[in-house]
């Protein structure tokens, strides 16, 4: 390489090395813009006591009124230790980004040797020349890792927010199954004691007490076992939102969002997902990355030290004599073949993992559409059709009733029936959410309409 050329090499490695710097909050905020669409929280390192008494007492405002879907979200991606721990991975891949534009450290030689007649001194500088002409590339294969970094973060931001929605409809629809369970179970408490007065009078059997009490013992047991779920949504909600002590008091909204008025209908699901979902991107930057390794490791297959200094030598009654000197690793025994092919099988690992992603999204896009759609139905179908026509039902069994065409019986059956109508449109309302933030994840972004708490159906 000519001198001239050398030099400029060596003045603009100098330079990135000197401009080089590390700042962890700069890849934060380019990943949380990355993530802030889908999620709408701007996440941030926390450094510091001061900077966590403001995140807390921001936190303690959000906690005053009951904690909603898109609060909760909000907490987690702010506050969640596991979470940050992913965030100070930029940092990590920033420094190595870093390192990898500075220069490696030249190497100083220095040796004396003396008899009884003369003294030897030898002294040379020397710098690691193949490090340098393969610095550019080397800095390429580390900006691709960090834009990949970013993804990662990106990815395990908009997953935590997934999970986290799951977690509180979860903990919200066990919330409300308790109270309707202690409801029901109200109910029992009066049928049980309606029947027992009958039977005192003669009008009821023994045995239709019995099964009156029975099925007042077992709503009690059913309060109980919804109380259990209801405790265990709640501490992985909490988990999720990476909360303890006071703050982990929270209140949760008493029902679940209504029913939309119409189902999202999002166009050409497969390319939304194929060109929105972070991993599939970040498989990509990681056949990039992979790529650019296998031609480092072609162009330095022969030399692994090419090292250039100067040398400069002084002895006893000799004149100083000055020179330069070159290291050379001569390929007798390794010609890097075997790092070659390595680097080739990782590189076509990397290009079957691309394509296994992107065919895992496609799927994972139509299962989930799919499934979405088949909960609103369901959900739909208990809202327009089961629960009017079972309340049409209970009225015209109360009307009977009353017209004493009706036993006290049948009005208890009814009212039983009811009850299952009832619970299946919880389920079906809780699974339609399910499957809302299941389809977001697998598109990589919100899906139509948000959730609202008007809650008119619950009301009727």
Same mark, same amino acid.
């Given at each position: 390489?000519?001198a001239?050329?050398?030099?400029a090499a060596?003045a603009a490695?100098?330079?990135?090395?000197?401009?080089a710097?590390?700042?962890?909050?700069r890849g934060?905020e380019?990943?949380s813009?990355?993530?802030?669409?889908?999620t709408?929280?701007?996440?941030?390192l926390?450094r510091?006591?001061?900077?966590?008494?403001a995140?807390?007492a921001?936190i303690?405002?959000?906690?005053?009124?009951p904690?909603g879907m898109?609060?909760a979200?909000?907490?987690?991606?702010l506050?969640?230790?596991?979470?940050?721990?992913?965030?100070?991975e930029?940092g990590i891949?920033q420094?190595d980004?870093?390192?990898?534009?500075r220069?490696?450290n030249?190497?100083?030689g220095f040796?004396?040797?003396?008899n009884?007649?003369y003294t030897?001194?030898e002294?040379?500088l020397?710098?690691?020349l193949a490090g340098l002409?393969t610095l550019?590339?080397?800095?390429?294969?580390?900006a691709r890792?960090y834009?990949?970094?970013?993804l990662?973060a990106?990815a395990?931001?908009?997953r935590?927010?997934l999970?986290?929605r799951?977690?509180?409809?979860?903990?919200?629809?066990?919330?409300?199954?308790?109270?309707?369970?202690?409801?029901?179970?109200e109910?029992?408490?009066a049928a049980?004691e309606?029947?027992?007065?009958m039977?005192?009078a003669?009008?009821a059997?023994q045995?239709?007490?019995?099964?009156e009490?029975?099925a007042?013992a077992?709503?009690?047991?059913?309060?109980?076992?919804a109380?259990?779920?209801a405790?265990g949504?709640?501490?992985?909600?909490?988990?999720?939102?990476g909360?303890w002590?006071?703050?982990?008091?929270?209140t949760?909204p008493?029902?679940l969002?209504?029913l939309?008025?119409a189902?999202a209908?999002?166009?050409q699901i497969e390319?939304?997902?194929?060109?929105?979902? $972070? =991993?599939?991107r970040? /498989? !990509?930057e990681?056949? +990039?990355?992979?790529?650019a390794?296998?031609? *480092?490791?072609?162009?330095?297959?022969?030399?692994?030290?090419?090292?250039l200094?100067?040398a400069?030598?002084s002895?006893?009654?000799?004149?100083?004599?000055k020179g330069y000197e070159v290291?050379?690793?001569?390929p007798? $025994? =390794?010609?890097?073949? /075997? !790092?070659v092919?390595? +680097?080739?099988?990782?590189y076509?690992?990397a *290009?079957n993992r691309?394509?296994?992603t992107?065919?895992?999204?496609r799927?994972?896009?139509?299962e989930h559409?799919?499934?979405y759609?088949?909960?609103?139905?369901i959900?739909?179908r208990?809202r327009?059709?089961?629960?009017p026509?079972r309340k049409k039902?209970a009225?015209?069994?109360l009307?009977r009733?009353?017209g004493m065409?009706?036993?006290?019986?049948e009005?208890?059956?009814?009212?039983r029936?009811?009850?299952?109508?009832?619970?299946g449109?919880?389920?079906?309302l809780k699974d339609?959410w399910?499957a809302?933030?299941?389809?977001?994840g697998?598109?990589?972004g919100r899906?139509g309409h948000?959730p609202?708490h008007?809650?008119?159906?619950?009301q009727?």
């Amino acid at each position: 390489m000519a001198a001239p050329r050398l030099c400029a090499a060596m003045a603009a490695a100098f330079a990135l090395a000197g401009c080089a710097s590390i700042t962890p909050d700069r890849g934060l905020e380019a990943a949380s813009q990355l993530a802030h669409e889908r999620t709408g929280v701007d996440a941030r390192l926390l450094r510091g006591e001061d900077e966590l008494r403001a995140l807390d007492a921001h936190i303690d405002a959000l906690l005053r009124e009951p904690l909603g879907m898109d609060a909760a979200v909000r907490i987690a991606l702010l506050r969640h230790p596991g979470l940050q721990a992913t965030y100070w991975e930029l940092g990590i891949a920033q420094s190595d980004l870093v390192q990898a534009s500075r220069l490696p450290n030249p190497s100083l030689g220095f040796s004396r040797l003396h008899n009884a007649h003369y003294t030897e001194i030898e002294r040379s500088l020397s710098f690691d020349l193949a490090g340098l002409l393969t610095l550019p590339l080397r800095q390429r294969m580390e900006a691709r890792r960090y834009e990949q970094a970013k993804l990662t973060a990106a990815a395990a931001m908009e997953r935590h927010a997934l999970e986290t929605r799951r977690a509180w409809v979860e903990a919200v629809a066990a919330r409300q199954a308790v109270a309707y369970a202690r409801q029901v179970a109200e109910a029992h408490e009066a049928a049980a004691e309606l029947t027992g007065r009958m039977a005192q009078a003669g009008n009821a059997s023994q045995l239709d007490l019995a099964r009156e009490r029975a099925a007042y013992a077992e709503a009690g047991a059913d309060v109980l076992r919804a109380q259990r779920a209801a405790d265990g949504a709640r501490e992985t909600l909490t988990r999720q939102l990476g909360l303890w002590g006071k703050q982990a008091g929270y209140t949760l909204p008493e029902r679940l969002p209504d029913l939309p008025a119409a189902p999202a209908e999002p166009e050409q699901i497969e390319r939304l997902a194929l060109e929105r979902r $972070f =991993d599939v991107r970040a /498989a !990509r930057e990681q056949a +990039a990355a992979t790529a650019a390794d296998l031609g *480092l490791t072609r162009s330095t297959r022969f030399v692994n030290v090419l090292e250039l200094g100067v040398a400069n030598k002084s002895e006893t009654g000799e004149p100083r004599a000055k020179g330069y000197e070159v290291g050379l690793e001569l390929p007798l $025994f =390794d010609w890097g073949g /075997a !790092r070659v092919a390595k +680097a080739e099988a990782v590189y076509m690992q990397a *290009l079957n993992r691309v394509a296994e992603t992107a065919i895992t999204a496609r799927s994972e896009a139509r299962e989930h559409y799919l499934g979405y759609r088949a909960s609103y139905d369901i959900a739909q179908r208990y809202r327009d059709e089961i629960i009017p026509q079972r309340k049409k039902i209970a009225d015209e069994t109360l009307l009977r009733y009353n017209g004493m065409l009706a036993s006290t019986f049948e009005l208890l059956a009814d009212a039983r029936e009811q009850v299952g109508a009832v619970n299946g449109y919880l389920d079906a309302l809780k699974d339609f959410w399910l499957a809302h933030a299941a389809l977001e994840g697998a598109l990589g972004g919100r899906v139509g309409h948000a959730p609202a708490h008007t809650n008119k159906e619950h009301q009727q």
